[in-house]
């Protein structure tokens, strides 16, 4: 590292005063956000870090899957850029920091080499990724999906929320249906700050977590119908509920989940039912799942119980089950010189690191397949996250920004 680095460090109140102002777009009812993807609020929160983006005189691009990219000029600026980025839409009832942190800590990083007049060999570019959560248009980690190249636009704007709108009609609604093609071009890397939505690193005192790889995740949405009947004088032998078939299905997944605890996990998230009304058997629900492991052979064997339990359930409630789409991921790994230089700047600080896996789901994970990425965990008070109280230890935090300040202009230096 160049020995200048340690002496080059971002503005932490302007860090907290931009971390300030998106909370407040989108407030939920309980002090954190409900800022779900494409909603009027993510548009607000958009039209926000874009202005932000301008006023540095960096250069905007939104892509046809609604991401936005915030690019500072290198001395050569032919050369592929270095990316930092994450996501600003949250989850239903989320925190203020989830995602947010990274794209407003990558804007920091430009600010501060702005400040000090640094002038990188290579571009920097920060990115929003849009519809990371999955929230509202499953699967997660959409856009990034599509620009490493594992799914087309078509299939991204042609996913449907709970209401049956479409991912291209809300982008279009909310003027970020981008001309910029998604991917197809290259990356001298990319790095991604989280916090680490788990308790490990503030149980254990450290500032930085270096992620070495991930929990083998595999999701399966499932169809459940059966036939409206009367509540009251339909026989229980005749009842073709939908419901009970998808209720049988998640407390046998809950169960599989259980049984390899605690490295295992098995989480039943979301139903929809129609009709939801009382007196009237439902014919139609719809759920979905996960199973999540260190190891992916691990996963499989919990996803081929799952296939079973399906079946199972469908026959008991006399129902018919179908999957109707499933994805997967974490079983990606992160490439080695990234992650040292992240090592490097935290020892160059004096500043806590450790390597760990990450069990949650996140865009550099697909990122990693067509370029040379780093993801990077700052501590979370409690582990608590997916939920409005979700908060940081602010210093440690700092610290986190910094580190990947002096690794980001490592990379685009050389």
Not at 76 to 98: K, N
Not at 232 to 258: C, H, Q, S
Not at 274 to 280: A, H, S, T, Y
């Amino acid at each position: 590292m160049p020995a200048s680095l340690p002496n080059l460090s971002i503005d932490a109140e302007r860090l907290r005063s931009t971390l300030d102002r998106s909370s407040e777009i989108g407030t939920g009812p309980r002090g954190g956000l409900r800022r779900l993807a494409l909603s009027d609020s993510d548009g607000e929160m958009r039209d926000r870090f874009v202005e932000w983006c301008e006023a540095g005189g960096y250069r905007i691009a939104v892509d046809e899957a609604g991401s936005i990219f915030a690019r500072r000029a290198g001395r050569d600026d032919s050369l592929p850029p270095v990316m930092i980025g994450s996501h600003l839409d949250t989850q239903a009832a989320g925190g203020r920091f989830d995602g947010i942190l990274g794209v407003l800590a990558g804007l920091e990083i430009l600010r501060t080499l702005d400040d000090n007049a640094v002038a990188t060999k290579r571009p920097i570019e920060v990115v929003n990724w849009t519809n990371e959560e999955g929230a509202r248009f499953a699967p997660p980690m959409a856009a990034s999906r599509v620009f490493a190249g594992l799914a087309t636009v078509e299939w991204l704007h042609d996913l449907k929320d709970d209401d049956g709108i479409r991912y291209g009609d809300e982008l279009r609604r909310i003027g970020y249906l981008g001309e910029a093609p998604v991917g197809g071009r290259a990356l001298d890397s990319y790095f991604e700050l989280h916090i680490e939505q788990d308790s490990l690193l503030e149980e254990r005192g450290v500032s930085v977590g270096v992620v070495t790889g991930g929990y083998y995740s595999h999701a399966l949405n499932c169809v459940f119908r059966g036939e409206c009947a009367h509540t009251g004088p339909t026989e229980m032998k005749k009842r073709r509920n939908a419901m009970m078939g998808a209720a049988y299905f998640l407390a046998a997944v809950n169960d599989i989940g259980w049984d390899y605890e605690p490295v295992g996990r098995t989480s039943a998230s979301r139903m929809q039912l129609w009709p939801n009304r009382f007196g009237i058997l439902p014919e139609y629900a719809e759920v979905t799942v996960d199973m999540r492991h260190m190891e992916r052979a691990v996963t499989d064997e919990m996803v081929g119980k799952t296939r079973a339990a399906l079946a199972r359930a469908a026959e008991r409630a006399q129902v018919e089950a179908e999957i109707t789409a499933e994805w997967t991921f974490g079983d990606e790994a992160f490439d080695p010189e990234c992650s040292d230089l992240v090592r490097r700047a935290a020892e160059a600080r004096g500043t806590s690191c450790m390597d760990m896996r990450s069990i949650a789901g996140h865009d550099a994970y697909y990122i990693s397949r067509i370029a040379p990425t780093a993801l990077v965990f700052s501590p979370c008070i409690g582990g608590i996250t997916h939920n409005e109280a979700e908060n940081i230890p602010w210093e440690p935090t700092v610290e986190a920004v910094n580190v990947l300040l002096d690794a980001v202009l490592a990379r685009a230096d050389r």
